[in-house]
């Protein structure tokens, strides 16, 4: 593998692309419990519908310029003028419907604070009550769990746009509620890190 030390080849996903690889290394699985932390993965994993995520991780930092830095009331107060501004920023997925889904649902955050749970509990509270065994291969990880569908209605039902089953996998996976680290991952041998040293804006 190219731009990383010897005893982190053979990820389960990320090899040879130094971006890819840091973000398997040291987010992927790592659990994100922060507000912000979580609005920003499921807005990211609802623009990677239908494209790869390396096309993501390579506009990220474009789509946190575009979406002040994914603070929920920031993107909350977006009016007509950001949702033109963000059609026309070449440097994030141009997609009306994901932008429009990105800004309900940056009120869909806001507006969970006055009710009995807010981003982070109503996330959390969907994570599996045991962790599942390292799978040997990727065709045994799952891209849907009775989980991530009751996720995605508990979501729907706050206001969120773009956030089906696979998607709400994904964000599970994305912010660490399950670990789909093969079993053969090299990860899986690394000491733990704080999600909060590894997300550096």
Same mark, same amino acid.
């Given at each position: ?104 649902? $940056?009120? /869909? +955050? ?7 749970? @807010?981003?982070? =509990?109503?996330?959390?509270?969907? #994570?599996? *009550? ?37 998607? $709400?996998? /994904? +964000? ?7 670990? @789909?680290?093969? =079993?053969?991952?090299?990860?899986? #041998?690394? *000491? ?10």
């Amino acid at each position: 593998m190219t731009g990383a030390a010897a005893p982190h080849a053979g990820r389960c996903f990320g090899d040879g692309d130094p971006l890819y690889e840091a973000y398997h290394d040291h987010e992927w699985g790592v659990p994100v419990r922060d507000e912000t932390g979580l609005f920003e993965r499921l807005c990211l994993e609802a623009f990677q519908s239908g494209l790869a995520w390396i096309t993501i991780l390579r506009k990220r930092e474009a789509f946190r310029a575009a979406f002040a830095g994914f603070d929920p009331d920031a993107v909350a107060r977006f009016g007509p003028r950001d949702r033109e501004r963000l059609m026309a920023d070449a440097g994030i997925v141009r997609n009306r419907l994901k932008i429009e889904a990105a800004i309900a649902n $940056a009120r /869909a +955050t806001v507006a969970l604070r006055d009710g009995p749970r @807010d981003l982070p =509990a109503l996330v959390w509270a969907h #994570a599996p *009550p045991t962790p599942a065994p390292p799978r040997e291969r990727w065709a045994d990880v799952p891209a849907v769990t009775p989980e991530s569908v009751a996720l995605a209605k508990a979501l729907k039902a706050a206001g969120f746009r773009f956030v089906g089953p696979t998607t $709400a996998y /994904a +964000t599970m996976q994305a912010c660490g509620l399950v670990d @789909d680290h093969l =079993a053969s991952c090299p990860v899986r #041998a690394l *000491p733990s890190e704080p999600a909060a040293q590894l997300d550096q804006r």
